[in-house]
Nanobody, 125 residues
């Protein structure tokens, strides 16, 4: 399976910007979806954003037009640009490869089963 290494996390003040990157160990052009999730202390991991190999994007409501996900299939990287960061954006950001799973009941959602080690993003108020 593809290995993923996240980088770019850090400490930023509220209202600031940060870009986190994910480097894959092999070609990502055939991977259906690449995405980012966040895990805040004591909480479950939640989807932040995803991008298909056709470059269709999906964002969590909390991303609210502040975040932009992109993928570079030549460099095998996925980047999440985060603007106007708020304290509630704090957490460990994980990159993952996944697929889109559609059911008649639940609609279409991303599904993934492994991820990188994560990078810490801390937003101070």
């Amino acid at each position: 399976q593809v290995q993923l290494v996240e980088s770019g996390g850090g400490l930023v003040q509220a209202g600031g910007s940060l870009s986190v990157s994910c480097a894959a160990s092999r070609r990502i052009s055939t991977l259906h979806v690449m995405g980012w999730s966040r895990q805040a202390p004591g909480k479950q991991r939640d989807l932040v954003a995803g991008i298909t190999k056709g470059f269709a994007t999906k964002y969590a409501d909390a991303a609210g037009g502040r975040f932009t996900i992109s993928r570079d299939n030549d460099q095998n990287t996925v980047v999440l640009q985060m603007n106007d960061l708020q304290p509630e954006d704090t957490g460990i950001y994980f990159c993952w490869p996944g697929v889109v799973v559609c059911t008649s009941v639940g609609g279409c959602n991303y599904e993934y089963h492994h991820w990188g080690q994560g990078t810490q993003v801390t937003v101070s108020s």
